[in-house]
C-alpha cells in the first residue's frame, strides 16, 4: 500500500503562533481530507482538501482558522493559526486512492499548544 | 446527518478470550462500513470493512457482521493477543461518500 507521510509528526508551540503540518503521499489520490483527534476522543473533519481551489470546510472550521492548501494530487499542508491551548490535538491527513474507495490515514502530527 | 453508536467505551479481556465491539447507525443509505485500529502514537490502520451486499466477512481471527434491518454492525475478535491491545473505531458511510461518519472508539485492553 502507499505511504502517507506527514511533517512534523509533533512539536511543541507557543500560544498565538502557527504551524504548519505536511502530508506526502507516495502515489496519486483521488480525496485528501484534514482530520482533528482531540485527546482521547473521535476523528473530527476538518476540511476537505481541493487540488488548485480552496479547501471545503465542515461546520465549525474556517480557513482564517485553518488554512489548507493542495498544490498537487499527492501534497497537502494544513496550518493552524493563532494557535491556543484548546488546539493540542492530533492533526490527521487521510487520503483515497480510487472512486468509492477506502480512507487511510497517516501517522499523525501530535501539537500541543502552551 | 448519520449518527454513529458504538459500545463498549472499554473492553478488558483476558488473552485467548474473544472480543465484540458493537455499532449502530441511523441512516439507512448507508452501505459501507470500515472499522479502524489506532496504537498509541500511531494514525489509525484499517482493519476490516464490509459493504452492504454482504452479512460477514472474515479476516484470520477478526470478523465483522452487518444487520442492515436492525442497522447494526460489530467487530469480533478471537483469540485475542497483547498486540490487540488498541483504540478501535467503527464507521459509516452512505453511497459513494468518501466520508465515513466515526464511532466514539472501543478501547481494548488485552490481558497476558
Known amino acids: 500500500s502507499a505511504v502517507i507521510s506527514q511533517k512534523p509528526s509533533r512539536d511543541i508551540c507557543q500560544r498565538g503562533t502557527s504551524l504548519t503540518i505536511q502530508c506526502q503521499v507516495d502515489?496519486?489520490?483521488?480525496?485528501m481530507f484534514w482530520y482533528r483527534q482531540q485527546p482521547g476522543q473521535s476523528l473530527t473533519l476538518i476540511a476537505t482538501?481541493?487540488?488548485?481551489?480552496?479547501?471545503?470546510?465542515e461546520s465549525g472550521f474556517v480557513i482564517d482558522k485553518f488554512p489548507i492548501s493542495r498544490p498537487n494530487l499527492t501534497f497537502s499542508t494544513l496550518t493552524v493559526s493563532n494557535m491556543s491551548p484548546e488546539d493540542s490535538s492530533i492533526y490527521l491527513c487521510?487520503?483515497?486512492?480510487?472512486?468509492?474507495?477506502?480512507?487511510?490515514f497517516g501517522e499523525g502530527s501530535r501539537l500541543t499548544v502552551l | 446527518g448519520e449518527n454513529v453508536e458504538q459500545h463498549p467505551s472499554t473492553l478488558s479481556v483476558q488473552e485467548g478470550d474473544s472480543a465484540v465491539i458493537k455499532c449502530t447507525y441511523s441512516?439507512?443509505?448507508?452501505?459501507?462500513f470500515p472499522w479502524y485500529k489506532q496504537e498509541l502514537g500511531k494514525g489509525p490502520q484499517l482493519i476490516i470493512d464490509?459493504?452492504?451486499?454482504?452479512g460477514e466477512k472474515k479476516d484470520q481471527r477478526i470478523a465483522v457482521t452487518l444487520n442492515k434491518t436492525a442497522k447494526h454492525f460489530s467487530l469480533h475478535i478471537t483469540e485475542t493477543q497483547p498486540e490487540d491491545s488498541a483504540v478501535y473505531f467503527c464507521?459509516?458511510?452512505?453511497?459513494?461518500?468518501?466520508?465515513?461518519?466515526f464511532g466514539r472508539g472501543t478501547s481494548l485492553i488485552v490481558h497476558p
Open positions: 502515489s496519486q489520490v483521488t480525496m
Open positions: 482538501a481541493n487540488q488548485g481551489s480552496e479547501a471545503t470546510y
Open positions: 464490509i459493504r452492504s451486499n454482504v
Open positions: 487521510s487520503v483515497v486512492f480510487r472512486v468509492a474507495g477506502e480512507l487511510f
Open positions: 441512516d439507512s443509505a448507508s452501505n459501507y
Open positions: 464507521a459509516a458511510a452512505s453511497g459513494g461518500s468518501y466520508i465515513p461518519t
